[in-house]
């Protein structure tokens, strides 16, 4: 079967079980199959793809209603590709916003230190740490599970130091030019209506307690020691959170405090200073 052939029956599988993006996924599952990006199907859609039994039970997987980013088991983020799957958080693209946002600021730092809390796959503060290369950055994390693919994905970034900690206990590394997390912000009453392929991520790592704040808490309470005096600090937040955030920051005597939108126009990230 060339891959043309074998994304048309991708697209009738998946449509036929009632998967969304049935035409996008396929897609993806094929191009990565074959060894190509995506933007390249169409100069080789018609060569042989010979692993139809793997191609198969991916598709199973999809209908099944797995991520399709755990099913292929790395995901593109900001300028790279990280390693994902059970037991990680999915990185999203508007975390690639936040993301950016750090990178300019810590670009105007000389050799700065920074935090990513509540790290998951790495994709914030590894992606930080190839753009700034002058940073050293620390990836906090909790997760066994997720640690695994955070080391992983930290391999050949000489300027990662990976922590397995709970941010409950803040680091006895002090003097942090900038903490940035995107943390677990939903509210527990809602964990159980997310769609069921956003069921699959592990909740802990969605789970913000019954309003949704109780990581914000802890960092602004918990880890304001470790940040220098001017330091810099940056969340991202559901869309409806700006004001609640912001006042958790502000009377941790956070100042110069910011809500920023993302390119869809949603509340996103919330920037603050020591």
Same mark, same amino acid.
């Given at each position: 079967?060339?891959?043309?052939?074998?994304?048309?029956?991708?697209?009738?599988?998946?449509?036929?079980?009632?998967?969304?993006?049935?035409?996008?996924?396929?897609?993806?599952?094929?191009?990565?199959?074959?060894?190509?990006?995506?933007?390249?199907?169409?100069?080789?859609?018609?060569?042989?793809?010979?692993?139809?039994?793997?191609?198969?039970?991916?598709?199973?997987?999809?209908?099944?209603?797995? *991520?399709?980013?755990?099913?292929?088991?790395?995901?593109?983020?900001?300028?790279?590709?990280?390693?994902?799957?059970?037991?990680?958080?999915?990185?999203?693209?508007?975390?690639?916003?936040?993301?950016?946002?750090?990178?300019?600021?810590?670009?105007?730092?000389?050799?700065?230190?920074?935090?990513?809390?509540?790290?998951?796959?790495?994709?914030?503060?590894?992606?930080?740490?190839?753009?700034? *290369?002058?940073?050293?950055?620390?990836?906090?994390?909790?997760?066994?599970?997720?640690?695994?693919?955070?080391?992983?994905?930290?391999?050949?970034? *000489?300027?990662?130091?990976?922590?397995?900690?709970?941010?409950?206990?803040?680091?006895?590394?002090?003097?942090?030019?900038?903490?940035?997390?995107? *943390?677990?912000?939903?509210?527990?009453?809602?964990?159980?209506?997310?769609?069921?392929?956003?069921?699959?991520?592990?909740?802990?790592?969605?789970?913000?307690?019954?309003?949704?704040?109780?990581?914000?808490?802890?960092?602004?309470?918990?880890?304001?020691?470790?940040?220098?005096?001017?330091?810099?600090?940056?969340?991202?937040?559901?869309?409806?959170?700006?004001?609640?955030?912001?006042?958790?920051?502000?009377?941790?005597?956070?100042?110069?405090?910011?809500?920023?939108?993302?390119?869809?126009?949603?509340?996103?990230?919330?920037?603050?200073?020591?």
């Amino acid at each position: 079967m060339i891959l043309s052939e074998a994304y048309n029956y991708g697209v009738y599988f998946l449509s036929a079980n009632g998967v969304d993006e049935a035409d996008f996924k396929s897609l993806c599952l094929c191009c990565h199959l074959a060894g190509i990006k995506n933007n390249e199907y169409e100069i080789h859609k018609n060569k042989d793809l010979i692993l139809m039994k793997k191609f198969a039970d991916m598709l199973w997987r999809i209908k099944n209603g797995e *991520p399709l980013q755990y099913v292929i088991g790395r995901w593109d983020f900001y300028e790279s590709e990280f390693y994902v799957g059970k037991g990680v958080l999915i990185p999203r693209p508007e975390t690639e916003e936040l993301t950016a946002l750090v990178i300019d600021n810590a670009k105007k730092m000389d050799s700065p230190v920074i935090f990513d809390l509540c790290s998951g796959s790495g994709c914030i503060g590894i992606s930080i740490a190839k753009a700034v *290369p002058s940073a050293m950055v620390y990836c906090v994390e909790k997760s066994e599970k997720a640690l695994s693919y955070l080391l992983k994905n930290a391999e050949g970034v *000489p300027n990662v130091r990976v922590v397995n900690s709970d941010i409950n206990c803040p680091s006895d590394i002090k003097n942090a030019d900038i903490i940035v997390s995107n *943390p677990p912000y939903i509210k527990s009453s809602e964990i159980g209506s997310l769609q069921s392929e956003v069921q699959h991520e592990p909740s802990m790592a969605l789970d913000g307690g019954a309003d949704g704040l109780d990581f914000y808490r802890i960092i602004a309470k918990k880890w304001s020691g470790n940040l220098k005096e001017n330091g810099m600090l940056f969340l991202e937040i559901g869309e409806d959170q700006g004001n609640e955030v912001s006042v958790i920051l502000e009377n941790s005597g956070f100042k110069k405090i910011e809500v920023i939108k993302d390119i869809y126009g949603n509340n996103r990230m919330v920037k603050s200073v020591k």
